[in-house]
């Protein structure tokens, strides 16, 4: 579900972003594809920091050796 939310935040606040580079920009035509493209690019890089941050659980078997 984080995740979910976090792709949510993610394409909204890259298509805020987008519109007003693009607004200042004079208007032109509204590229909505590489903003969905970079929310998911961000997304996955959450997915793998998360991943890379949680620590490691010993297993049974260290734990009663170490006693």
Do not use: H
Not at 4 to 15: A, E, G, N, P, R
Not at 32 to 45: G, K, S, Y
């Amino acid at each position: 579900m984080k995740y979910i939310m976090v792709l949510f935040w993610s394409v909204l606040l890259l298509q805020m972003v987008n519109f007003v580079l693009n607004s200042l920009a004079g208007g032109g035509t509204l590229d909505m594809v590489l903003p969905l493209v970079l929310a998911v690019v961000f997304t996955l890089a959450i997915v793998a920091l998360d991943a890379l941050m949680k620590p490691i659980k010993p297993s049974a078997a260290e734990e009663d050796s170490k006693q």
